[in-house]
C-alpha cells in the first residue's frame, strides 16, 4: 500500500500570501496518477487537480500542481478569503488507492 | 443540476446491517463508474468500493471486503452500498463519487454524504 504524507499538518498564511503543500509517497506514483482535493467543514472534496498538474474544471490558475515519482506539490499562488481549508492528496496509480492525511490552511 | 445525494445512514448496531443509496441527477449515470469514499471524524477520505458502469466489475478495500457489497441500478439512477457485519470501525460519513475518466479513479463529483454511527 502507497503511503502518502502531507506536510506541514497545518500552515497559517494572511490572503495574498502562497501557499505550498507537500505530498510524499512512500514509493513511486504509477504516472504521476495523483489528485489533489479541497474540503471545507461539512462539505465534501472538491476535486482541484488530477495527473498531478491538471487543473480540474472550474479551478482557478492560482492552483497549481507539480511533482512526480514520490514527492508531489499543491501551489496557491495568491490566497483568497476562500482558500482557508482543509486539501488531501489522493493517489489513484496503484491499488488499495489512498488518501493522504490532510493539510490545513488556517488564517494567521 | 448536476448532483448525488446520498441517504440511508444512521445508528447500527455492531454486527448489523445498513444500505446507502445515492440518487444521481443531471447526468449519463449509466455512463460512469462510481464509488464510495467513507470519511471518519477528524480523519481523510479512505477509499471504500467501486463499480463499473455496466456494473460487471467491482471493487472493495481489503477493511470491507466479504462484509460490503456494492451495486447500482441504471435505470433509476441509483448506487447501492449494502453494509453487514458492521464493526466501530465502519463509522464515519459515506459519500458516492463519480469517476470522470474510465480506469482513473479520481473523483470529480461527489455528494454531500450520509453519516453512518456504529455502537451499541
Known amino acids: 500500500e502507497i503511503v502518502l504524507t502531507q506536510s506541514p499538518d497545518t500552515l497559517s498564511l494572511s490572503p495574498g500570501e502562497r501557499a505550498t503543500l507537500s505530498c510524499r509517497a512512500s514509493q513511486s506514483v504509477t504516472s504521476s496518477y495523483l489528485a489533489w482535493y479541497q474540503q471545507k467543514p461539512g462539505q465534501a472534496p472538491r476535486l482541484l487537480i488530477y495527473g498531478a498538474s491538471s487543473r480540474a474544471a472550474g479551478i482557478p490558475d492560482r492552483f497549481t500542481g507539480s511533482g512526480s515519482g514520490t514527492h508531489f506539490t499543491l501551489t496557491i499562488s495568491s490566497l483568497e478569503p476562500e482558500d482557508f481549508a482543509l486539501y488531501y492528496c489522493q493517489q489513484y496509480g496503484g491499488s488499495p488507492y489512498t488518501f493522504g492525511q490532510g493539510s490545513k490552511l488556517e488564517i494567521e | 443540476e448536476v448532483q448525488l445525494v446520498e441517504s440511508g445512514g444512521g445508528l447500527a448496531q455492531p454486527g448489523g446491517s445498513l444500505r446507502l443509496s445515492c440518487a444521481a441527477s443531471?447526468?449519463?449515470?449509466?455512463?460512469?463508474?462510481m464509488h464510495w469514499v467513507r470519511q471518519a471524524p477528524g480523519k481523510g477520505p479512505e477509499y471504500v468500493s467501486a463499480?463499473?458502469?455496466?456494473?460487471?466489475?467491482?471493487y472493495y478495500a481489503n477493511s470491507v471486503k466479504g462484509r460490503f457489497t456494492i451495486f447500482r441500478d441504471n435505470s433509476k439512477n441509483t448506487l447501492f452500498l449494502q453494509m453487514g457485519s458492521l464493526r466501530t470501525e465502519d463509522m464515519a460519513v459515506y459519500y458516492c463519487?463519480?469517476?470522470?475518466?474510465?480506469?482513473?479513479?479520481?473523483?470529480?463529483?461527489w455528494g454531500r454524504g450520509t453519516l453512518v454511527t456504529v455502537s451499541s
Open positions: 463499480i463499473s458502469s455496466n456494473g460487471d466489475e467491482t
Open positions: 443531471g447526468f449519463s449515470f449509466s455512463a460512469y463508474g
Open positions: 463519487a463519480r469517476n470522470l475518466v474510465r480506469g482513473h479513479w479520481y473523483f470529480d463529483l
